[in-house]
């Protein structure tokens, strides 16, 4: 079992930059595959990014490649993502994951834990 915790959400202004952490519980945070996601009101969850346990491995969404970066620091047990050039359709409510196995990447289902989000609002 595994805690999350995430903060740094707010508002700012587009083109602006935010860091969000994701705080873990326990012991066993460096054999977890962890993500972001995120959630716009009156629409579906979607993905943002994916750090696999090691953090050799990362993948991003299209919509934050290049803008977004995610990060991890095991000894911390904490993971990050830090936003730059925000754009007002990256308001919403960001949640952290975690996965048992390791490597979860973009798909959902394969989390098993997960935060109560943060939100963010970028204003234009």
């Known amino acids: 079992q595994v805690q999350l915790d995430e903060s740094g959400g707010g508002l700012v202004q587009a083109g602006g930059s935010l860091r969000l952490s994701c705080a873990a519980s326990?012991?066993?945070?460096?054999?977890?595959?962890m993500g972001w996601f995120r959630q716009a009101a009156g629409k579906e969850r979607e993905f943002v990014a994916a750090?696999?346990?090691?953090?050799?491995?990362?993948v991003y969404a299209d919509s934050v490649k290049g803008r977004f970066t995610i990060s991890r620091d095991n000894p911390k047990n904490t993971m990050y993502l830090q936003m730059n050039s925000v754009k007002p359709e990256d308001t919403a409510v960001y949640y952290c994951?975690?996965?048992?196995?390791?490597?979860?990447?973009?798909?959902?289902?394969?989390?098993?834990?997960w935060g109560q989000g943060t939100q963010v609002t970028v204003s234009s």
């Open positions: 750090i696999s346990r090691t953090g050799d491995s990362i």
């Open positions: 326990g012991r066993t945070f460096s054999t977890y595959g």
């Open positions: 994951a975690a996965a048992k196995s390791g490597w979860a990447g973009d798909s959902v289902g394969r989390y098993n834990y």
